[in-house]
């Protein structure tokens, strides 16, 4: 199973972050997959911020709830991260991955970094 992650590494405050995940190898849509967005801001430490379900199901890091969705395209066998009204504190190195039910990761995109600035 591989995930390809695609999208602009560079942000500007107040716009929307927006990622892509396109997985080869399995479907999104297959029983207990879990497909997450995890992030490492520099200096810190990885930071789980949301997924979606093989079913459809969204949960998201509580602080981020306002600003973040994540949803699946089945058609594509993608699934995508957008966060809204970004700051320079969503500068982070951001990964997608894929998990069997609560277990830990099992398979992560290449990373994309991505900065927030004018």
């Known amino acids: 199973i591989q995930l390809q992650q695609s999208g602009p590494g560079l942000v500007k405050p107040s716009q929307t972050l927006s990622l892509t995940c396109t997985v080869s190898g399995a479907s999104i849509g297959t029983n207990k997959y879990v497909w997450s967005w995890i992030r490492q801001p520099p200096g810190k430490a990885l930071e789980w911020i949301g997924y979606?379900?093989?079913?459809?199901?969204?949960y998201y890091k509580a602080s981020l709830r306002s600003r973040i969705s994540i949803f699946e395209d089945t058609s594509k066998n993608h699934f995508a991260l957008q966060l809204s009204s970004v700051t320079p504190e969503d500068t982070a190195l951001y990964f997608c991955?894929?998990?069997?039910?609560?277990?830990?990761?099992?398979?992560w995109g290449q990373g994309t970094q991505v900065t927030v600035s004018s």
């Open positions: 979606i379900t093989y079913s459809g199901e969204t």
């Open positions: 991955a894929l998990s069997l039910g609560d277990t830990p990761p099992a398979a």
